[in-house]
Nanobody, 115 residues
Framework: QVQLVESGGGLVQAGGSLRLSCAVS????????VGWYRQAPGNQRELVAR???????TYSDSAKGRFTISRDNGLNTVNLQMNGRKSEDTAVYYC?????????WGQGTQVTVSS
């Protein structure tokens, strides 16, 4: 069973920065993409950013220009640098690893932005 362990969540002031990390227990190149999703109370889970096996990145409109997804291949870790935090960024952030036949989620990490 593949495990995804998120870390780095917490409380941050509006305009501040936070860095999330996702440690994957398997080689991340075994997956088509690894990414970050978030879910705020009462909302559906939505894509924040993902990076595919070739290094191509995809961002949601709200994340473009503020967030950066990157990976540390040697550590099988995918990071999300979040700058310019807004109150609407408050949510539980989930790591996801996806391939044609497999899909895994982490347990989630809470991020709260205070105004």
């Amino acid at each position: 069973q593949v495990q995804l362990v998120e870390s780095g969540g917490g409380l941050v002031q509006a305009g501040g920065s936070l860095r999330l990390s996702c440690a994957v227990s398997e080689n991340i190149f075994n997956f088509n993409s690894v990414g970050w999703y978030r879910q705020a109370p009462g909302n559906q889970r939505e894509l924040v950013a993902r990076i595919n096996v070739g290094g191509r990145t995809t961002y949601s409109d709200s994340a473009k220009g503020r967030f950066t997804i990157s990976r540390d291949n040697g550590l099988n870790t995918v990071n999300l640098q979040m700058n310019g935090r807004k109150s609407e960024d408050t949510a539980v952030y989930y790591c996801n690893a996806d391939s044609l036949s497999r899909n895994y989620w982490g347990q989630g990490t809470q991020v709260t932005v205070s105004s």
